[in-house]
């Protein structure tokens, strides 16, 4: 098979996304309709509901009553944070998008095998979550990602069959500081690890902070282990892009599902 006929895998990220609002039922279809996966960044409210939601206020990315501002998501009921609106702040046309639950995600991916999710850590229960995936038969169908290696480990020991991700962001050294410790550790626990690609303050033909030679190290430090590398690029051009698809990247997170596609589309042309 010709590389380029490879399948190219994508996460829809979301943190700085202009195309659909983050952590909704609606963007989860986006991305399931366009081929990617979506991230469900997951948290617990005061009922004990595992839902969809970023941040630990709805401040940055809600409108609420002002008393919910800066509430936490723990301190909110289900049906308060059912109120919040979640697509106003990106767009009027997103107006009245709500907060969906992870059991709600999880009954849109019932029977339909090529529905796939990242869960990312932020306040859940790792036992409830195991359960919940247990009940839903959602083993195949969840990637279970932190940035604490030991949580994915804990998930493995819940759900043996399901997919685990540590990411890796912050400074470059840190970034290799911690994908080495993983690698002396052969990864226990893992399935994917994916590095954070950040700009650095100025560039010229390479535009990240992490050096081309470590991502290409990393590659193969995975691939020889049976891994998969995924990268996220918070800002990507076309030739940086064809750069990492060139080495062999094939698993990508990205907050530009549209662009991205369209420039995958034509490396694979050339």
Not at 98 to 104: A, Q
Request: charged content about 30%.
């Amino acid at each position: 098979m010709n590389r380029k006929d490879e399948k190219i895998y994508w996460q829809f990220h979301q943190s700085t996304n202009e195309e659909m609002p983050q952590n909704t039922m609606e963007a989860f279809e986006y991305a399931w309709s366009l081929g990617g996966i979506p991230e469900l960044d997951i948290r617990t409210t005061k009922d004990g509901v595992i839902i969809a939601f970023h941040d630990d206020t709805p401040k940055r990315i809600a409108v609420t009553a002002p008393e919910y501002e800066n509430r936490s998501i723990r301190e909110c009921t289900l049906e308060e944070v059912k109120a919040f609106d979640m697509g106003a702040k990106l767009h009027e046309r997103f107006q009245g998008f709500k907060v969906p639950t992870l059991e709600e995600t999880f009954k849109a991916m019932k029977g339909q095998p090529d529905r796939l999710v990242y869960l990312d850590l932020k306040d859940v229960d790792l036992s409830e979550l195991a359960k919940m995936i247990k009940d839903y038969s959602m083993s195949a169908q969840v990637i279970f990602t932190h940035n604490n290696r030991e949580n994915c480990m804990t998930m493995k020991r819940y759900v043996k069959d399901m997919r685990t991700m540590l990411w890796i962001g912050g400074k470059a050294p840190a970034i290799m500081e911690k994908f080495n410790r993983a690698k002396e550790a052969e990864f226990e626990g893992l399935n994917q690890v994916q590095l954070h690609l950040n700009d650095p303050e100025s560039f010229t033909d390479w535009r990240y902070q992490l050096d081309p030679s470590f991502v290409e190290y990393a590659l193969e430090e995975t691939s020889k282990r049976g891994l998969d590398l995924e990268v996220l690029p918070y800002k990507f051009d076309k030739k940086n892009l064809f750069r990492l698809l060139d080495m062999g990247i094939r698993w990508f997170a990205v907050d530009e599902p549209k662009r991205f596609i369209a420039c995958v589309e034509e490396w694979r042309k050339i």
